[in-house]
């Protein structure tokens, strides 16, 4: 069993960046794509980021392309996401998600999730 753990959530002012951390257990993480979500309040859950197993594809929403960065080292089996230039309504509980197969901005698609992480962005 895939086993999925968030950190690095936090409050932060607008402009400030934080970095998430999404750490894997239960299977050879090598072999695991691993997407990060997020929810607002009263709105649906979202993808924000992917990197696929071998790293060599990574893909981002449009609300975050060019401010957000996901990378993988498969020696810590972790998943980090670089979160800069960070805006009030990137504010929602982050969560990272896994499957083996490609990534999907497809949330049926991840089998495995995390409790997820607060990211708080204040104006």
């Known amino acids: 069993e895939v086993q999925l753990v968030e950190s690095g959530g936090g409050l932060v002012q607008a402009g400030g960046s934080l970095r998430l951390s999404c750490a894997a257990s239960g299977f050879a993480f090598g072999g695991l794509t691993i997407g990060w979500f997020r929810q607002a309040p009263g709105k649906e859950r979202e993808g924000v980021s992917c990197?696929?197993?071998?790293?060599?594809?990574?893909s981002y929403g449009d609300s975050v392309q060019g401010r957000f960065t996901i990378s993988r080292d498969n020696t810590k089996n972790t998943v980090y996401l670089q979160m800069n230039s960070l805006k009030p309504e990137d504010t929602a509980v982050y969560f990272c998600a896994a499957n083996f197969d490609f990534c999907t901005w497809s949330k049926d698609e991840y089998p495995y999730w995390g409790r997820g992480t607060q990211v708080t962005v204040s104006s």
């Open positions: 990197i696929s197993r071998s790293a060599q594809t990574t």
